[in-house]
C-alpha cells in the first residue's frame, strides 16, 4: 500500500503555492515520512516557520503550526519550546529567511542547543519576492538584483550551523528525494539543536536567470554536485571539486537548553 | 494579618506585579533603564517553575513571548525606547494574531541611543503608531511605584481580556524611584485570563467571531491544533485576502479596545470640580502638577488635575467635557508635545491648551507648573 500521506496533512489546504518543479513539496514529503516513521503526535507538535516560499509549508500541516515574521522562526519557536519542553518543535524555511534576516536568531538557537529541528530548504535565493540573490546565492549567480552576476560570496548553511555550536548537521539535496525523511527523522531524534539544509531549487526565479534550461537539468545539477560524506572519504581534493557533501555532517552530545534551565529551575527551588 | 510592606524600586514593582498577575515566562534584552525588571524575573520566575530567557536581542525577545503565549502561558518582556522600535515588528504581529502579551518600556530619552539614563516621556506616540498598519493599542502610564505594580496587574488582565499586546509605559523616574509598597494580598486584585474555548478541538476557530469581537484562544500543546500566521486571517486563523473580510477584521480588532474604552481608560481627577485651570499630565509628571495645584489653591487659583492613567485609548471624552468647563489647559510632559496635541485634538478650541516641554533628561518641577497657571489664569 503506497504511503498515506493525506493524514498529516490538513483537508482543503492544498493546492500549495509552490510553482511547478519546485523542490519545496518534496522537502514536505520527506517532512510528512519522518513524523510517521518516528510517530509524532500532531497535538505534540509544532511546526514554526518564518516568511517565504518555504515558509508556507506549516499551514498545509495538520498540527500546532506558528507562521511567524520574516527571518523570526527561531525565536518564536524557541518561546514554544522554553514554555512546554515536552512539544517537539520544527523549523522550515528558505535560505533567505534563515541566514540573512534571521541569521541572529539561527546562530544562538545552535549555540543554545535547544532541543529543535530547523529544516532549511536552500534554493539560493529569494523565490517569493522574485529572485533577488540571497545570502546563499553562488557568487557570480545572477538576480533580479544581480543582473551583472552577484559579487557576494555565500555563506556554507552546515558550517554556519557547525560553527555556531548546532550538535546534529545534516544536508540533503531534493533530487535525493528518499533520503531526506532518514535525514530529518535522524535530526529529530536527536537530543539538541538539529540542522538539516536541504538543497533545493527554484527554476522559476533563479533557473530561467542562470541559464537552467528545464527543472530536469536544475534536479540533475544537484545530483550531480552531491557527494555522499563516507564517498568522500575516498575522492581526492580534485575530485571533491566543486562538489558538496551530503549527509550527516556533524554529530555530537552535548546538554540541550531546556534540560539546563530544568536545572537551574531545581537551584531555585532550593 | 497585617499586609507585607517594602520599600520597591519601580521596575521591581512592575516584576513583582507580573509575577502576581500570574506571569510564568519573560523573554528579554538587557536595556537601561528596564533591565531590573529581567534580573527580577530571572530570580523570581525560576522558583514558581516559569520559565526567564535572555533572547539574542530585542526583537528575539519580543517573538519568545509571543510563541510562550501561544502554549497558554502569561507572558511580559520589558524594554526601552531603542529596543521598542526593535520590537515594533513584532508588537504588530501580537496584535493581528491576536495573541496576549505585556510589554514594560521604560521610557528614556530619545530618538535612538537619546539619553539612555535620562527621563522621558516621549514614546507614548511609539505607543500607538510604532508599529505599521491599523492596529489597537493599549498603553498605561502610571506615577508611583504602588501603582505601577497595580497597572501591571491591569496590564496582563487587558492583554488577555482582549487578546492584543498591553503596553506599560512607566517613565524613568517611576521606574527607577524606591517609594513604600504595600502588597496586595491574593485574591485583592482581580486577575483575568484568557478565556478558553468551549467548543470541541474539531469546531474550533481561533478567530471565531461568533464567540464576539475577542474569540476564545486555545493553547498549543493541548487537544486543539490551530494555525497561527501574520497575514490577515480567516475565522480559522488561515491566510485570507477576501476584501469585505479583511476589512471587517481590521475593523474588528481595533473595536475590541476602541468599543470597550469605558472598560479599559482609567484616570484621576483632582480639585476639578470648580477648577478654571486644568492640567493635563501623567507619569512622574503628574506628581510635581499635583503640588503645583496644591501651591496654586493655596493662592486662591482655581487649578485642577486631570491624571492620565491610560493614555491609550486617550480619554477622549473625559478631556473634551472638560474643555467646556475650564478656560485654559496646561499640559506639562517630557517631550515635545505629544499628549498637548491629543488634548487640543480632543478640546476642539473650546479651551486654549498650553504645553510646558522638556527633553533636557530634567524633571519638570512644580515651579514651573505654578507659574504657568499664573500666567494663563
Known sequence: ?270 | MAKKVAFLQGNEAAAQGALYAGCTFFGGYPITPSTEVAEVMSVELPKIGGKFIQMEDEIGAMASIIGASLTGAKVLTATSGPGLSLKQELIGYACIAETPCVIVNVMRGGPSTGMPTGPSQSDVMSAKWGTHGDHPAICLTPASVQELFEETVRAFNLAEKYRTPVMIMPDEIVAHMRERIVFPEPGELEVINRTAPSVSPAEYKPYDTSFGDVPPLAAFGTDYRFHVTGLNKGQDGFPTTKAAWVQDEEERQVRKVEGNVDDIVQFEEYELADAEVAIVAFGSTSRSARFAVNEARKQGIKAGLFRIKTFWPFPEKQIAALAGKVKAFITPEMNLGMCTGEVKRCAEGKAPVHGIFRVDGEPINPGQILEKIKEVK
Not at chain 1, 534571521?102 to 535547544?114: E, K, L, M, S, T
Not at chain 1, 528518499?178 to 535530526?187: F, G, S, V, Y
Not at chain 1, 538539516?196 to 534550461?213: A, Q
Not at chain 1, 531546556?258 to 537551584?267: L, P
Open chain 1, 1 to 270: 500500500m503506497s504511503f498515506d500521506y493525506d493524514k498529516y496533512i490538513r483537508p482543503g489546504k492544498l493546492p500549495h503555492i509552490w510553482c511547478p518543479g519546485c523542490g519545496h513539496g518534496i522537502v514536505m514529503k520527506g517532512l510528512i515520512r519522518a513524523i510517521d516513521t518516528l510517530g509524532l503526535q500532531k497535538n505534540n507538535t509544532a511546526i514554526v516557520s518564518g516568511i517565504g516560499c518555504a515558509s508556507r509549508l506549516p499551514g498545509y500541516m495538520d498540527f500546532c503550526t506558528l507562521h511567524t515574521a520574516h527571518g523570526r522562526a527561531a525565536a518564536f519557536a524557541t518561546g514554544v519550546k522554553m514554555a512546554k519542553p515536552e512539544m517537539n518543535v520544527i523549523l522550515v524555511g528558505g535560505d533567505g529567511d534563515g541566514t540573512a534576516i534571521g541569521g541572529n536568531h539561527f546562530i544562538h538557537a545552535c549555540r543554545r542547543n535547544i532541543d529543535m529541528t530547523y529544516i532549511i530548504m536552500n534554493n539560493n535565493i529569494y523565490g517569493m519576492t522574485g529572485g533577488q540573490f540571497s545570502p546563499c546565492t553562488p557568487t557570480g549567480a545572477k538576480a533580479s538584483t544581480t543582473v551583472y552576476g552577484n559579487p557576494d560570496p555565500a555563506f556554507d548553511v552546515a558550517k554556519l550551523a557547525i560553527g555556531a555550536g548546532a550538535t546534529f548537521v545534516a544536508r540533503g539535496t531534493a533530487y535525493h528525494a528518499t533520503q531526506i525523511d532518514k535525514l530529518i527523522a535522524e535530526a529529530i531524534q536527536h537530543k539538541g539543536f538539529s540542522v538539516v539544509e536541504i538543497l533545493d531549487d527554484c527554476p522559476t526565479t533563479y533557473g530561467r536567470r542562470n541559464k537552467f534550461k528545464s527543472v530536469i537539468e536544475m534536479m540533475n545539477r544537484l545530483k550531480d554536485v552531491a557527494v555522499p560524506v563516507k564517498a568522500a572519504e575516498k575522492m581526492t581534493a580534485e575530485q571533491l571539486e566543486g562538489k558538496i557533501l551530503t549527509g550527516v555532517l556533524y554529530k555530537e552530545e552535548r546538554p540541550n537548553y531546556t534540560d539546563e534551565y530544568a536545572k537551574v529551575i531545581e537551584r531555585a527551588k532550593k
